[in-house]
């Protein structure tokens, strides 16, 4: 068995746990490409069955356009419910406080735990992968969050074979990353092989972009030039779907996912450090977001 | 050829250098990215370390780089052309066997590393134990630090003696042992130049040539089922499938199944998959299975073939590693059991032994099983299990326990015999 199949297999099996064993499961889809190759293996772990739960998008508001027309055509074609928990009307409600460094990244985090508690999801998808990050490379495939949705690194349940605990009380969840053991070759190799339909930001093409703190990004309605910069065009492609200010793409001629699959193979350096302004912060970053709760 | 998958689980002591040994893989077989390395480089250059520390690169949590040890069970992933590699990073101290016991659960391959300098140690025999415990058919000793002994063959030797004597009182199916030094490299990746009397190849070829696809159970054919898919819709109103993972044995439509516990038998009428029917289904593969006869099953029945049937079962008896630091495992204490895709309850009996990780030694007349302890028990569930003995198989030998008060996961199971068949 090759072992994107065997990758495949794992994740249908985790879906279909969840399906048979917990009360409310969510998808969480933001249109991104991890989070497309979920949808795209739920939709065959239950097939010819519809996909059993709705999803739901944390829209920070500065997401790229592209990206969230994308999240609304394959909702509607897979006759999905699309709940969008808004950053923007938490902030506009005083729920949460926009950031001085204009990131909205953190103050995901009580949208996307209001949303669940006001939707009584028991369960939510999350497409992180392990090979993303250190803190991610310890965390479980059923992770469980107390009822503040909070992730305790220390007190994790053990996790032997593949017999998963999804057992939690009122008010507690569980996050369950299915594609856990992919890597973003895999991703990529398997967007290839199942010929998924992404977002064109994906693929390179000639963008009008900035060159800011050593990174690339390109000139959109949400990055607009200071005094001093100067645009260039150059030919570049995205390999994270961050918010649109502070996504950085990088230089490349793949404009075919093939291609891609190419210079994944090559490259050395991983998507995070390559392109997130936002995980930049401390070496703890993600750990730290992780156990207030974050994706 | 397509790339197929191995799961290794590598254990080792604190100062036996198994995060080093991983980062020097990673960094081998460059599946290493600059940023990482960068990033270790940095903080072992502000630490003032001689060498830079490779370990950094897997030791993710803050208390883990603070305190300088592996806390939890980390994930590490690589490929060659000819093969995509997961390991299980488990740390080797005491207090942490329970997740060893979670690495070695799915893995194929166990490496084990002995200090050279310091010889097989009580850490290294445990390592071997619950990596037998566990089933994993194929056992690696690393030999490491090989520098620090002067690359002497006569060291190597006598560990390999001596771990071999030990191993035959396990039941290790395939044991390999290779000298190495992590920390430069010698036969890691590339082959060493400074131990020519080591005609065996470096760890990586090993790996990458290890045969695993013949470890899978391929004839007992059991079904756990998963989820039951009933679409609801016009097109597909009568459709009825039931999905889940094979767990062993080899099915193809028209196979006679006997559907466990009602005892029915019908045919298989297709094996479906979301690209299509499929001609015949094995381990891990995910399908669903249409019968030729509506008979009634759920979730947590099993389809086997009629004359090849798991023990239907009440009580178990099994080695148990207990994974709960809050509460000990009792006699008489109930506790929430999952076997297969079925839940039920069980109780506790009878605790026949538990088994001193050091000497093999069984130790009689204990009242309990505190974390990180093994030993064999007796339960009885409320109703049936649909088992086989683990060495058989390690899918439907396998359950663990949950307490029901507080949701935790306290104990991995592995069922000994068929008791009372």
């Not at chain 1, 985090?109 to 803190?135: H, Q, S």
């Not at chain 2, 998959?273 to 759920?298: C, F, H, N, R």
Request: net charge negative; aromatic share 8%.
């Amino acid at each position: 068995m090759s072992q994107l199949a065997a990758l495949e297999a794992e994740s249908i099996h985790i879906f279909r746990e969840v399906a048979a064993e917990m009360e409310r499961p969510c998808l969480l889809f933001s249109g991104g490409k991890d989070s497309i190759v979920m949808l795209h293996v739920a939709r065959k772990a239950f097939a010819p069955a519809p996909i059993p739960f709705p999803v739901m998008h944390v829209d920070t508001g500065l997401n790229f356009a592209e990206v969230i027309a994308y999240r609304d055509r394959w909702a509607s074609q897979l006759g999905l419910r699309l709940v969008v928990a808004s950053v923007q009307d938490a902030i506009d409600r005083g729920v949460v406080k926009e950031e001085p460094n204009g990131s909205r990244n953190r103050i995901q985090t009580p949208v996307l735990l209001e949303a669940a508690a006001r939707e009584r999801f028991d369960a939510l998808f999350g497409g992180g992968r392990r090979d993303e990050e250190k803190a991610r490379a310890k965390e479980r495939v059923f992770s469980f969050r107390d009822e503040f949705g909070q992730w305790d690194p220390k007190n994790q349940r053990p996790e032997i074979w593949s017999l998963y605990n999804g057992k939690v009380f009122p008010g507690e969840s569980i996050r369950v990353f299915p594609l856990s053991n992919w890597t973003e070759l895999d991703i990529w190799s398997y967007i290839e092989a199942e010929q998924i339909e992404i977002p064109s930001l994906y693929l390179a093409a000639e963008r009008e972009v900035v060159q800011r703190d050593g990174m690339l990004y390109a000139v959109n309605e949400f990055v607009a030039l200071k005094p001093g910069e100067t645009t260039k065009k150059l030919s570049v492609r995205y390999r994270t779907m961050g918010d649109a200010n502070l996504t950085a793409a990088v230089e490349s001629l793949a404009d075919t996912v093939a291609k891609v699959v190419e210079e994944i193979a090559a490259v050395r350096i991983t998507e995070r450090g390559a392109t997130r302004g936002d995980d930049k912060v401390s070496e703890a970053a993600m750990e730290d977001r992780k156990k207030e709760g974050y994706f | 050829m397509e790339a197929d998958l191995l799961r290794f689980a590598t254990a080792g002591s604190v100062d036996d250098g198994k995060s080093t040994l991983i980062g020097r893989l990673l960094f081998d077989s460059k599946s290493l990215f600059s940023d990482q390395l960068e990033s270790v480089e940095r903080v072992s250059r502000e630490r003032g370390d001689e060498y830079t520390d490779l370990s950094l690169l897997t030791d993710g949590l803050r208390a883990e780089r603070e305190q300088g040890i592996t806390i939890d069970v980390a994930y590490r992933y690589f490929a060659t052309p000819r093969r995509k590699f997961i390991i299980a990073d488990t740390p080797g101290h005491i207090q942490y066997t329970r997740n060893m016991v979670t690495g070695a659960s799915t893995a194929d391959v166990a490496l084990v590393l002995v200090d050279a300098r310091k010889g097989m140690t009580e850490q290294s025999r445990r390592h071997a134990f619950i990596a037998t415990l566990l089933g994993v058919p194929h056992m690696v000793v690393c030999v490491n630090k090989m520098d620090l002994v002067d690359w002497s063959e006569e060291v190597f030797e006598g560990i390999r003696r001596e771990f071999t004597e030990f191993a035959a009182r396990l039941r290790v199916r395939d044991l390999t042992f290779i000298p190495l030094s992590a920390l430069l490299g010698d036969n890691v990746v590339t082959r060493s130049a400074t131990m020519p009397w080591f005609d065996g190849a470096p760890l990586l070829s090993h790996l990458e040539r290890l045969h695993v696809a013949s470890d899978r159970n391929l004839v007992d054919v059991r079904f756990p089922v998963q989820y039951v898919v009933r679409p609801q819709s016009h097109e597909n109103r009568d459709y009825r499938g039931y999905a889940g993972t094979i767990a062993s044995g080899v099915l193809k439509p028209g196979d006679r199944i006997r559907a466990l516990p009602a005892g029915l038998e019908s045919e298989i009428a297709s094996i479906d998959t979301a690209d299509g029917p499929v001609t015949e289904a094995y381990p891990p593969m995910a399908v669903t299975i249409t019968l030729k006869d509506e008979i009634d099953i759920s979730r947590g029945d099993m389809l086997c073939r009629p004359n090849n049937v798991p023990a239907v079962m009440q009580d178990i008896d099994a080695q148990i590693c207990w994974m709960d630091e809050s509460a000990q495992l009792s006699v008489g204490k109930t506790y929430a059991i999952k076997h297969t895709t079925r839940w039920a309850r069980a109780v506790v009996k009878q605790i026949d032994y538990r088994i001193d990780i050091n000497t093999l030694h069984r130790v009689e007349g204990v009242e309990g099983l505190a974390l990180n302890e093994i030993g064999r028990i007796r339960l009885r569930s409320t109703k049936p299990l649909f088992v086989d003995p683990y060495l058989a198989n390690r899918q439907t030998g396998a359950f663990i326990l949950v307490d029901e008060s507080t949701n935790r996961t306290v104990a991995a199971g592995m069922i000994v015999r068929e008791s009372g068949s």
